[in-house]
């Protein structure tokens, strides 16, 4: 608990530069292990809900997300445990302040049993370009199926075989009106391939085919009371 308590202080200062773009990474912890998520399982629920996302007190203008999340497997389920910005702990001005209780009405766990997805995670982030990431052999990457928030199965893939995961969601995507949609709204009048695109969205494929059950998101009830 205490390597974790530590591992947190310095979630907010970790991230990387692409380009001008900054990437806030999510964090899970499955087996005693904190792994580097591929995906951010929390990205489609805030599409569903804008007015949710949790801001920091000095934005950085470049970054494609605000805050950093913490998950947990246990059980067989996925639990989100921990949302982190830049603002501090209002009793310890060391650690930034958990923000799941303001985001989600008081819960200090939740278990995402409104979530689908594919959960790709391990010792990095799955890359792209090998001049960026190199051919990652040595890496380790998980690979978990979620059902409304039930694992319902894991498995050890290699970087290579999960990118063919990541090609083949995003050939399965590009079938869809929402593809059509998103790259509208992502580049307008800009006419990019579907290569171009998929390089583009790269990781963020795995939260675009993700499925959330808006009935059973804890905001729905809220909303409709």
Not at 85 to 114: C, Q, Y
Not at 118 to 145: C, M, P, R, W
């Amino acid at each position: 608990m205490k390597n974790l308590i530590t591992f947190c202080c310095l979630l907010i200062i970790k991230f990387s530069f692409a380009g001008i773009h900054i990437t806030f990474t999510d964090y899970i912890i499955w087996e005693g292990d904190t792994l580097t998520l591929s995906n951010r399982p929390l990205d489609p629920y805030f599409d569903l809900y804008p007015e949710l996302m949790p801001l920091p007190d000095k934005p950085f203008i470049h970054a494609n997300n605000q805050y950093t999340a913490i998950f947990e497997i246990k059980k067989s389920s996925l639990y989100l445990t921990a949302i982190y910005t830049d603002k501090l702990d209002s009793t310890n001005a060391r650690h930034p302040k958990n923000l799941i209780s303001e985001v989600f009405n008081g819960k200090t766990e939740l278990r995402m049993d409104w979530l689908s997805t594919t959960l790709v995670f391990g010792t990095s982030v799955l890359g792209g370009s090998k001049n960026i990431y190199g051919n990652q052999k040595n890496e380790k990457f998980f690979v978990a199926l979620i059902n409304e928030g039930t694992v319902t199965s894991k498995r050890n893939l290699s970087a290579n075989k999960l990118k063919k995961l990541r090609h083949r969601l995003f050939k399965e995507f590009s079938t869809t009106t929402t593809y059509t949609t998103l790259q509208k709204k992502i580049f307008g009048t800009d006419n990019r391939t579907p290569k171009e695109f998929e390089k583009y969205l790269h990781n963020r494929i795995f939260d675009y085919t993700s499925r959330v059950n808006k009935e059973k998101t804890p905001h729905n009830i809220v909303y409709n009371a």
